[in-house]
């Protein structure tokens, strides 16, 4: 028997070759500046924090330099696979943008040259593989049971040796091509191992972008290629996949840095180029105890991309804080250049932590409300709108029938060089607002510890709304009213006369605009109180002076 014969025995139904698929799947016509590069989840349905950034750096370098993002989909573990969880991940990725120039596009499409991209559609090509290594010698089947592979490792713990399945440990690798055939033939259960060239004692350097040389002992395990139900593992797929599809640039995270001895042996095996690699640090938070750690999908809702949706952070404001931590001269970047889009901004893998990147969810808060700030008003409407449409539907009817007046409150202290805050998200809006609307404003109490005297207060009220307020007025004209108002119940008008004899008033002109503003907003604190009376008008003004208690 030769390696042939058991190669046909395991593969009968293979007839392509590997020069036919190197064929089939031709490099690409790109120049070496252009990298292609990929995201490859599982298709759990859930794409959290960690998996965006990276897909989001995969796309980021891509689109930088006119090269290629794709989507691949690795659903070999069958236990990890939920229903539509494909669609979920392209859902999540198309709200940040994210749309892959090739690959998967939706459950049931793909686009490209270079797929199938769902590896459960690729088992023929696997096997071409699998059999060109079993026939060349760099792969052999190994019938052992679970109970021989735990005499192994107690064997090796006994002796205190290291543990795995390699040289003399590894039982199936001498093992006769006629006794393989054999027991082939008599239907045993196998797997398909690598046969290691490598040497425990050397060692392989991994010149990883953003970590710079790593160093590691070679790869010398035989690690199983493929399962006995006939599925490709991880490793084995992955740099069929890389290679065939012609992916330039692998990025992926931390977690498979000490797996790429493995991979540069099967890549140097299977006599592939062999891609570069950007292994990214994990996305890590620090704690309310004060310890850094992984965030976690689990633990912490920051993690979960549907609470950006739920809290409405505008989906670019997001973006703009991911490439913050993708490369720590974003944000220099972006404080040079406010108003700069991540597109003006060119990755750079140099600046990428290897350390991990720190998750900071009050920075993000920072970025949205920076972002809101140069929103203009309507479209603080339009989202404000389409966030309380999905989580908020009674503000969202008082959105939409007060859609002028609500667009110019939005508007106040906007069209400025330095534009109000307030809002940093679109779901904290309301809580700024609320008083704006006569719906949310009854049954509402005076606060304000200063000036209290219910009858002094209602006199205040009272003369300011029948002496003094108009509509008309301008600002000046409407901010000396309001001093005379003053003056006439022995609070002084002027500020500076007032820190110079305070004792000579009851107060200053600033407290009985606090009066006004207590009594139209409920809150010692707003914006601008003569654009708030305007939009209210005078009849509103009168009525919360009358009602209130
Ligand atoms: N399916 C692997 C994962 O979800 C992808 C790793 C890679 O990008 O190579 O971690």
């Given at each position: 028997?030769?390696?042939?014969?058991?190669?046909?025995?395991?593969?009968?139904?293979?007839?392509?070759?590997?020069?036919?698929?190197?064929?089939?799947?031709?490099?690409r016509?790109?120049?070496?500046?252009?990298?292609?590069?990929?995201?490859?989840?599982?298709?759990?349905?859930?794409?959290?924090?960690?998996?965006?950034?990276?897909?989001?750096?995969?796309?980021?370098?891509?689109?930088?330099?006119?090269?290629?993002?794709?989507?691949?989909?690795?659903?070999?573990?069958?236990?990890?696979?939920?229903?539509?969880?494909?669609?979920?991940?392209?859902?999540?990725?198309?709200?940040?943008?994210?749309?892959?120039?090739?690959?998967?596009?939706?459950?049931?499409?793909?686009?490209g040259?270079?797929?199938?991209?769902?590896?459960?559609?690729?088992?023929?090509?696997?096997?071409?593989?699998?059999?060109?290594?079993?026939e060349?010698d760099?792969?052999?089947p190994?019938f052992?049971?679970?109970?021989?592979?735990e005499n192994?490792r107690?064997?090796?713990?006994?002796?205190?040796?290291?543990?795995?399945?390699y040289?003399?440990?590894a039982?199936?690798?001498?093992?006769?091509?006629?006794?393989?055939?054999?027991?082939?033939?008599n239907?045993?259960?196998?797997?398909?191992?690598?046969?290691?060239?490598?040497?425990?004692?050397k060692?392989?350097?991994?010149?990883?972008?953003?970590?710079?040389?790593?160093?590691?002992?070679?790869?010398?395990?035989?690690?199983?290629?493929?399962?006995?139900?006939?599925?490709?593992?991880?490793?084995?797929a992955?740099?069929?996949?890389?290679?065939?599809?012609?992916?330039?640039?692998?990025?992926?995270?931390?977690?498979?840095?000490s797996?790429?001895?493995?991979?540069?042996?099967?890549?140097?095996m299977?006599?592939?180029?062999?891609?570069?690699?950007?292994?990214?640090?994990?996305?890590?938070?620090?704690?309310?105890?004060?310890?850094?750690r992984?965030?976690?999908?689990?633990?912490?809702?920051e993690?979960?991309?549907?609470f950006y949706?739920?809290?409405?952070?505008?989906?670019?404001?997001?973006?703009?804080?991911?490439?913050?931590?993708?490369?720590?001269?974003?944000?220099?970047?972006?404080?040079?250049?406010?108003?700069a889009?991540?597109?003006?901004f060119?990755?750079?893998?140099?600046?990428?932590?290897?350390?991990?990147?720190?998750?900071?969810?009050?920075?993000?808060?920072?970025?949205?409300r920076?972002?809101?700030?140069?929103l203009?008003?309507?479209?603080?409407?339009?989202?404000?709108?389409?966030?309380?449409?999905?989580f908020?539907?009674?503000?969202?009817?008082?959105l939409?029938?007060?859609?002028?007046y609500?667009?110019?409150?939005?508007?106040?202290?906007r069209?400025?060089?330095?534009?109000?805050?307030?809002?940093?998200?679109?779901?904290?809006?309301?809580s700024?607002?609320?008083?704006?609307?006569?719906?949310?404003?009854?049954?509402?109490?005076?606060?304000?510890?200063?000036?209290?005297?219910?009858k002094?207060i209602?006199?205040?009220?009272?003369?300011?709304?029948?002496?003094?307020?108009?509509?008309?007025d301008?600002?000046?004209?409407?901010?000396?009213?309001?001093?005379?108002l003053?003056?006439?119940?022995?609070?002084c008008?002027?500020m500076k006369?007032?820190?110079?004899?305070?004792?000579?008033?009851?107060?200053?002109?600033?407290?009985i605009?606090?009066?006004?503003r207590?009594?139209?907003?409920?809150?010692?604190?707003?914006p601008?109180?003569?654009?708030?009376?305007k939009?209210?008008?005078?009849?509103?003004?009168?009525?919360?002076?009358?009602?209130?208690?």
């Amino acid at each position: 028997m030769t390696r042939k014969d058991l190669a046909n025995l395991m593969f009968p139904n293979v007839t392509e070759t590997i020069y036919d698929l190197e064929k089939k799947y031709p490099k690409r016509k790109l120049d070496d500046s252009q990298i292609v590069t990929r995201y490859a989840p599982s298709p759990t349905g859930f794409i959290h924090m960690g998996n965006l950034l990276s897909a989001f750096i995969a796309n980021k370098v891509a689109k930088d330099t006119n090269g290629i993002f794709y989507l691949r989909i690795e659903d070999t573990d069958n236990k990890r696979k939920v229903e539509n969880g494909i669609s979920k991940i392209i859902d999540d990725l198309a709200n940040f943008s994210i749309v892959p120039d090739e690959g998967v596009m939706s459950e049931d499409s793909q686009k490209g040259e270079y797929g199938p991209y769902i590896q459960s559609e690729r088992q023929e090509i696997y096997n071409v593989y699998a059999k060109y290594m079993i026939e060349n010698d760099l792969a052999y089947p190994c019938f052992c049971t679970e109970t021989d592979l735990e005499n192994i490792r107690s064997n090796q713990e006994a002796k205190k040796e290291r543990i795995g399945y390699y040289s003399k440990y590894a039982t199936c690798r001498n093992m006769s091509v006629d006794e393989a055939y054999r027991r082939i033939e008599n239907k045993e259960k196998y797997v398909i191992r690598l046969k290691s060239v490598g040497d425990f004692e050397k060692r392989v350097v991994v010149n990883d972008l953003v970590r710079g040389k790593v160093i590691f002992p070679e790869n010398d395990i035989d690690h199983v290629l493929v399962k006995s139900d006939g599925i490709p593992v991880y490793h084995f797929a992955h740099v069929i996949d890389d290679h065939l599809m012609r992916t330039t640039h692998i990025l992926r995270g931390e977690e498979w840095l000490s797996s790429v001895p493995l991979h540069l042996q099967l890549f140097l095996m299977l006599g592939f180029e062999v891609p570069k690699y950007a292994h990214l640090g994990l996305v890590m938070k620090i704690d309310e105890n004060g310890v850094r750690r992984k965030l976690s999908k689990r633990k912490d809702k920051e993690a979960a991309i549907s609470f950006y949706h739920e809290k409405g952070v505008p989906i670019e404001a997001v973006k703009l804080y991911l490439m913050t931590i993708a490369n720590s001269n974003f944000e220099a970047f972006l404080d040079a250049n406010p108003t700069a889009k991540i597109e003006d901004f060119k990755f750079d893998f140099k600046k990428v932590s290897a350390s991990g990147t720190l998750f900071d969810l009050d920075k993000l808060i920072n970025i949205s409300r920076n972002y809101i700030s140069r929103l203009t008003a309507l479209e603080v409407y339009n989202y404000a709108l389409k966030w309380a449409l999905e989580f908020d539907k009674e503000f969202a009817s008082l959105l939409e029938k007060y859609k002028d007046y609500s667009i110019s409150i939005f508007n106040i202290e906007r069209n400025q060089k330095k534009p109000r805050k307030d809002y940093d998200t679109f779901s904290s809006i309301k809580s700024h607002i609320w008083y704006m609307y006569d719906e949310y404003f009854t049954d509402l109490e005076y606060n304000w510890a200063k000036i209290n005297d219910k009858k002094e207060i209602s006199e205040i009220l009272d003369s300011y709304i029948n002496n003094y307020y108009d509509i008309e007025d301008d600002k000046d004209t409407w901010f000396n009213k309001i001093k005379e108002l003053a003056s006439s119940f022995g609070y002084c008008p002027d500020m500076k006369e007032y820190k110079l004899n305070p004792d000579n008033y009851k107060g200053n002109v600033s407290d009985i605009a606090t009066v006004i503003r207590v009594a139209v907003t409920t809150s010692t604190m707003s914006p601008d109180l003569y654009e708030i009376l305007k939009l209210l008008g005078t009849d509103r003004i009168k009525n919360r002076f009358i009602n209130i208690k």
